[in-house]
């Protein structure tokens, strides 16, 4: 205390300009110092770790969640009355329907998936506020060991469809059902996981890994390419079954010799017979969300298998909110370049 008063004392015998200095140098000293103080702790915040998943729990999850979903879709299926309304039109003027098996499919995964990994973007087909108690996913699927990398939680978008194919699914044609699950690291679809709920059937891959029944279709695949079974060498050509638009008259007209076109329900459904081998090519000319195709992308890459838009671009899964492709897609195993090239003529 002495050596303050003395200290006082002694600004007090100072003429009044160099109080003012000093004063005005006391001032910059401190405004220096919170100024730094700040700075440092925007820098440590800035710098601070994003925290990192193991993309095996992230996987396990997502194939918990759409087995999950696919028993409900199938409960739901077997109930008289399945909950059927119209969320509206298409623009191709079809209607668009939801049932309570979407709804109950789609609680099941979305909060499973958010409360494993609340701070990840999941983006699903389907809306509610309705939130219910959900299990916490299995983490641990011993099929997914395999999968060791670990990626900061900021770089992941998960794509769900909690039922694909809505429409052939209130007519009992449920072989075009499927459950859809797929992950995009930076946008770009690294794992995929289609399932069948009424056939109990389920292929998945992350990156070159695949499980079994993948490996299958694929390996049978390559035996028909190299052993083909009919003379009959015209492209197969699969199109969708409520959104073909003008695509076989277009198809006729423009690819040469015209290819067998099959109409066919889910856009799931389809990418599984490409990769199976039961078809050469799926085109959509319209407009088709990005719930219906990224696991099919991931499981594609896997297959050695490309799917872009019918321009050629590839598909970003990153911004959640840019859900929609407009200028319509195709999926093949061969000479996908080419393919897109003939293309071109038929997008409307």
Request: glycine share 8%; charged share 30%; proline share 4%.
């Amino acid at each position: 205390m002495k050596g303050m008063d003395r200290v006082l004392k002694d600004i007090g015998n100072l003429s009044t300009e160099a109080r003012r200095f000093l004063f005005c140098l006391l001032g910059l000293v401190a405004f220096i110092a919170i100024l730094y103080g700040r700075e440092t702790y925007h820098w440590e915040m800035e710098v601070k770790e994003v925290p990192k998943l193991k993309l095996r729990e992230v996987m396990s999850a997502m194939m918990d969640v759409v087995e999950r979903g696919g028993r409900e879709v199938v409960r739901v299926r077997g109930e008289r009355d399945i909950g059927e309304r119209s969320k509206g039109k298409t623009r191709e003027g079809a209607n668009d329907p939801v049932t309570e098996g979407d709804m109950a499919s789609h609680r099941v995964m979305y909060y499973g998936l958010k409360r494993a990994f609340p701070e990840v973007e999941v983006v699903s087909e389907e809306r509610t506020d309705n939130e219910q108690y959900v299990p916490m996913p299995n983490l641990n699927i011993d099929e997914f060991h395999v999968i060791g990398e670990e990626v900061a939680q900021d770089r992941l978008t998960i794509w769900i469809d909690p039922l694909d194919a809505t429409q052939e699914y209130t007519e009992g044609l449920t072989k075009y059902v499927t459950v859809m699950a797929g992950l995009a690291i930076d946008g770009i679809p690294f794992g995929g996981i289609i399932h069948k709920p009424f056939e109990n059937q389920t292929i998945w891959s992350f990156g070159e890994r695949k499980n079994h029944e993948m490996g299958q279709i694929m390996l049978m695949d390559d035996i028909r390419y190299v052993h083909p079974d009919h003379e009959d060498d015209r492209l197969q050509f699969v199109v969708s079954r409520s959104h073909a638009g003008k695509v076989r008259e277009q198809l006729a007209k423009y690819v040469k010799p015209p290819p067998v076109v099959t109409a066919a329900g889910g856009a799931g459904y389809k990418i599984w017979e490409i990769i199976k081998g039961d078809y050469d090519v799926y085109v959509h000319t319209t407009q088709i969300k990005k719930w219906d195709l990224c696991a099919g992308v991931a499981l594609l890459h896997t297959a050695e298998a490309r799917l872009t838009d019918l321009l050629g671009n590839e598909i970003d899964f990153k911004n959640p909110f840019n859900y929609k492709v407009e200028d319509g897609i195709v999926a093949s195993k061969y000479d996908h370049n080419q393919l897109v090239k003939a293309l071109k003529k038929i997008v409307t």
